[in-house]
Nanobody
Framework: QVQLVESGGGLVQAGGSLRLSCAASGRTSSSYHMGWFRQAPGKERELVVAISWSGLATYYADSVKGRSTISRNNSKNTVYLQMNSLKAEDTAVYYC???????????????????WGKGTLVTVSS
């Protein structure tokens, strides 16, 4: 069993930055591939970024590419999402997710994630 707890969300002005953190607990949490999804009101949950368990592979959605960086520190069992140049359309609840199969992140398979956090709200004011 892996537990995921997100933090770092909040209200920020357009053009600002935020760093989200996802702390994982569980005996094998560092062996999971990790990612961040987001869900805006009235929209489906979408994959934003993902990182393999080793950190050697990453994925970025076109909507955040060049503005965001995902990283992980396996010694702290924590994954980070640095978001810069935030836009109003980045407003959403951001969820941390973990999966054993990197292919699930490559295909943005929401239903296949093994574990989810409860989410953290990011609001970008224009």
């Amino acid at each position: 069993q892996v537990q995921l707890v997100e933090s770092g969300g909040g209200l920020v002005q357009a053009g600002g930055s935020l760093r989200l953190s996802c702390a994982a607990s569980g005996r094998t949490s560092s062996s999971y591939h990790m990612g961040w999804f987001r869900q805006a009101p009235g929209k489906e949950r979408e994959l934003v970024v993902a990182i393999s368990w080793s950190g050697l592979a990453t994925y970025y959605a076109d909507s955040v590419k060049g503005r965001s960086t995902i990283s992980r520190n396996n010694s702290k069992n924590t994954v980070y999402l640095q978001m810069n140049s935030l836009k109003a359309e980045d407003t959403a609840v951001y969820y941390c997710a973990a999966a054993r199969d990197w292919g699930f992140f490559k295909s943005a398979n929401v239903a296949a994630m093994d574990y989810w956090g409860k989410g953290t709200l990011v609001t970008v004011s224009s």
